[in-house]
């Protein structure tokens, strides 16, 4: 009798084969996931001069995360992004003579729609409105100017 014989039969996947790649691909993802939050910059503890007022804590985690990149840790307009903007510069929120008004209304309106034909992006459909709200409080507060009241929702 004459067997066909066929010099390249296809190979079953070795089950142990495809459990290495899983193993790998597992180890991978949970490396990439540690990594990732090592590098993260760590939120620090509020100052002393918040740490009793929510609303302000709030805001500080709300402008670190969202703001600072452009605006600088203290308001000043040095983030790290600041430079590379297109349009006009990031400006000085530590200097409450603020472009675009003082009145709590004023800032809250540019946090919401942001600023037509700059870098300031509209927040709205980004952040909550009680993050935009805590966020205007903290701004008051790099310019070293008491919270309104209509921002505590007083
Ligand atoms: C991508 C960069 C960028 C980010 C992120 C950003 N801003 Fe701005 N922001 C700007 C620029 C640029 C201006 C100046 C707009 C202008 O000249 O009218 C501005 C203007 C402002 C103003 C108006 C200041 C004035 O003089 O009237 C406020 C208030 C403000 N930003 C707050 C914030 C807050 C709070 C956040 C975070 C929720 C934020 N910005 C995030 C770029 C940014």
Partial sequence: MDTEFDPDPPQPTNPNVTIWIFGAIAVLVVAGFIAFSLLRPSATPPPAAIANDP?????????????ARCHGELGKGDGPTARGLAGPPVGDLSDSNWKHGDKPDDVLKVLRVGVRDTAMPAWTNIISENSIKAVAAYVYHLAGREVPAELRGN
């Fill in 55 to 67: 609303l302000l804590v709030q805001g500080r985690v709300v402008y670190l995360d969202r703001c």
